[in-house]
Nanobody, 129 residues
C-alpha cells in the first residue's frame, strides 16, 4: 500500500516561508500525479498545487500562484511545496495526495479531491499576522 508522510509544517509570521515535504513509500512520484491540498477549520479541502510526476508540469490555485512552488525529487520519491510570502489565510492543515497515472499521460493533474486515492496524515501550517 502506498504511504505518504508529510513534514515541515510549523508556525511562521506573515511574509515568512516554509517548505513542506511529502515522502512517498511503496510508490514512486515519477509515475504519479502529486498534489498538495489544504483544509482550514470550517472550510472545504482545497487543491493548492499539483505536479505531473512524469513530465513535471504543474498547476496552482489562483490564490497561491506566484507564492507557492511545487517540485519533486524522484530519486527520493519526495514532493515539496515551497511556500513564500505566507499570509494568515494560508493557515490550514496541508495534505499530500497521490494517484498513479498512465505512463504516457503528460497533461495536467487535477486539483479535485476525487482525483486522488492516496493521502498523507497532514502537517499543520499556521501563519500569524
Amino acid at each position: 500500500q502506498v504511504q505518504l508522510v508529510e513534514s515541515g509544517g510549523g508556525s511562521v509570521q506573515a511574509g515568512g516561508s516554509l517548505r513542506v515535504s511529502c515522502v512517498v513509500s511503496r510508490g514512486t512520484t515519477s509515475q504519479s500525479c502529486m498534489a498538495w491540498f489544504r483544509q482550514a477549520p470550517g472550510k472545504e479541502r482545497e487543491g493548492v498545487a499539483t505536479i505531473n510526476g512524469r513530465v513535471g508540469g504543474t498547476a496552482y490555485a489562483d490564490s497561491v500562484k506566484g507564492r507557492f512552488t511545487i517540485s519533486q525529487d524522484n530519486a527520493k520519491s519526495t514532493v515539496f511545496l515551497q511556500m513564500n510570502s505566507l499570509e494568515p489565510e494560508d493557515t490550514a492543515m496541508y495534505y499530500c495526495a497521490a494517484s498513479y497515472i498512465t505512463l504516457w499521460y503528460n497533461g495536467p493533474c487535477g486539483r479535485e479531491v476525487s482525483a486522488y486515492n492516496y493521502w498523507g496524515q497532514g502537517t499543520q501550517v499556521t501563519v500569524s499576522s
